[in-house]
């Protein structure tokens, strides 16, 4: 089935990683792939860790969408079209795929979207598939067997606290 973790709240990675855990505890393959992220948060690492779970992140990290320069744009869609389509050509040995963030790259029009939706539109029972990331079209949604939203309601960022390491990342 296909999972949607999305939202302005702190948690969809965090959830995504959950579901990982638990699938790798029962011998399950995992793919938890990540988009507009460097691989270097701490529960990416404990995924590594595990003997069925691989985990991926493009080979460059170009920072912020926003702070991108028209270039860097084009680069991060080169870059990004290439990466989705080796992880979806690899999804196949998986019980689990994990598209960290893809709902942005989505959004930000840096992925191939028909490929993205002829993927989750073949989707057989055998496999799960999750997608997080903030305010998923809605073609995402129609395709989703579960929608969950993170809603934030409070968090120190709004006072001028950064991501805290252990924490948020």
Known sequence: MIHIYHGD???KTTAACGLSLRMAGHGGRVLFAQFF???SSGEVAALASLPTVETRHPAVHFGRYGTLTEPERGQLRTCYR???????????AYDLVVLDEVVSA???HVIDREALLN???AQGPRREIV???RAPAPELLELADYVTEMRKQKHPFDRG????ERVEY
């Open 131 to 133: 997608l997080t990331g």
């Open 106 to 108: 989505y959004n930000y």
């Open 82 to 92: 290439a990466y989705l389509a080796d992880v979806l050509a690899e999804a196949e």
């Open 37 to 39: 992220k460097d691989g």
């Open 119 to 121: 993927f989750l539109r």
């Open 161 to 164: 606290v950064i991501a805290r």
């Open 9 to 11: 709240g702190k948690g």
